[in-house]
């Protein structure tokens, strides 16, 4: 029998409160067709702490955080989520037939006001689009409305599903750094879902490898930040990750062995000119 147990759980709100964690699942299965592609999943999140999901196309990233995000309530097992949570998808799903700062505020129970759209408009750098309409924005520009969407609700969880994925490396480099920013100002725990192995070591606290429907392998980022992919321990990481992923880094040493670290180096490049 499916057990669907979101509520929320302990924040670090109240510093009374002992750290607790801002997520929890324990022996989460989802199976479609009689087929587990979520399978006795355990997971935790602590409070304010950034964790990137990584795993081969397929094998259950956006299943999970679809779950996480209350989207997907045909589940067995134990799901723990803040009741402020917010999900951030590739597309941004911005409604055609509403101005920016409408979409901003779209779902949003009660009425409220536009100044609200602004602040989070403001916090991602786009005050100055929010009467334009969807269609007038750039890819990038749109990625940012979306996170807008996400910040308004002030999530203590915010779930992000292969946000960068179809931005130019460039916009993509940009856009990393506003989550990181995101992140830091706002203290919530965040789950991104990225291919992106560099992406994942530039921006979490602990990287995840799902497979066979559960987390295969998981590793602390012991990194300090703003972390550089020159650093040998970058390297490391990334090679590990890519193997626990069955792909042989071409050659570690290389900074541009990948169009995100290429981007990287690129705009390393330009703000040293
Ligand atoms: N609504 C659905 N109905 C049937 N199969 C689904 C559905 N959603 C996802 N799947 C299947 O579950 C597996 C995992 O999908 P998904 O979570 O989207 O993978 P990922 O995000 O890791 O690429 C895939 O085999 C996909 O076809
Ligand atoms: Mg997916």
């Given at each position: 029998?499916?057990?669907d147990?979101?509520?929320?759980?302990?924040?670090?709100k109240?510093?009374s409160?002992?750290?607790?964690?801002?997520?929890?699942?324990?022996?989460l299965?989802?199976?479609?067709d009689?087929?587990?592609?979520?399978?006795?999943?355990?997971?935790?999140?602590?409070?304010?702490?950034?964790?990137a999901?990584?795993?081969?196309?397929?094998?259950?990233?956006?299943?999970?955080?679809?779950?996480l995000?209350?989207?997907?309530?045909?589940?067995?097992?134990?799901?723990?989520?803040?009741r402020?949570?917010a999900?951030a998808?590739?597309?941004?799903r911005?409604?055609?037939?509403k101005?920016?700062?409408?979409?901003v505020?779209?779902?949003?129970?009660?009425?409220?006001?536009?100044a609200?759209?602004?602040?989070?408009?403001?916090?991602?750098?786009?005050?100055?689009?929010a009467?334009?309409?969807?269609?007038?924005?750039?890819g990038?520009?749109?990625?940012?409305?979306?996170l807008?969407?996400?910040?308004?609700?002030?999530?203590?969880?915010?779930?992000?599903?292969?946000?960068?994925?179809?931005?130019?490396?460039?916009?993509?480099?940009?856009?990393?750094?506003?989550?990181?920013?995101l992140?830091?100002?706002?203290?919530?725990?965040v789950?991104?879902?990225?291919?992106?192995?560099?992406?994942?070591?530039?921006?979490?606290?602990?990287v995840?490898?799902?497979d066979?429907?559960?987390?295969?392998?998981?590793?602390?980022?012991?990194?300090?930040?703003?972390?550089?992919?020159?650093?040998?321990?970058?390297?490391?990481?990334?090679?590990?990750?890519?193997?626990?992923?069955?792909?042989?880094?071409?050659d570690?040493?290389?900074?541009?062995s990948?169009?995100?670290?290429?981007?990287?180096?690129?705009?390393?490049?330009?703000?040293?000119?």
């Open positions: 029998m499916a057990t147990v979101h509520r929320p759980v302990t924040t670090t109240s510093p409160t002992p750290p607790g964690s801002a997520v929890r699942v324990a022996g299965t989802r199976s479609f009689g087929r587990a592609v979520i399978d006795r999943l355990d997971l935790d999140v602590r409070p304010g702490e950034f964790v999901l990584l795993g081969r196309s397929g094998c259950g990233k956006s299943t999970l955080l679809r779950i995000a209350g989207l997907d309530r045909d589940i067995e097992g134990t799901v723990l989520v803040p402020r949570k999900v998808f590739q597309a941004p911005l409604m055609p037939w101005r920016v700062w409408r979409n505020l779209l779902g949003l129970a009660g009425r409220p006001e536009r609200l759209a602004e602040r989070a408009l403001a916090e991602v750098g786009l005050e100055h689009r009467n334009a309409w969807p269609k007038t924005l750039s990038g520009e749109a990625q940012r409305a979306s807008a969407r996400a910040l308004v609700r002030e999530p203590d969880l915010l779930l992000l599903d292969e946000p960068f994925g179809a931005l130019d490396a460039l916009t993509r480099i940009k856009a990393q750094r506003l989550v990181d920013e992140w830091q100002r706002r203290g919530c725990a789950l991104l879902v990225t291919h992106d192995v560099e992406e994942a070591v530039l921006l979490a606290d602990r995840l490898v799902m066979e429907g559960v987390i295969a392998y998981e590793t602390a980022i012991d990194l300090e930040r703003p972390r550089g992919i020159a650093d040998p321990r970058f390297a490391e990481l990334r090679t590990e990750l890519l193997h626990r992923l069955g792909v042989e880094a071409p570690a040493s290389s900074p541009a990948s169009p995100a670290a290429a981007a990287a180096a690129a705009a390393a490049a330009a703000a040293a000119a």
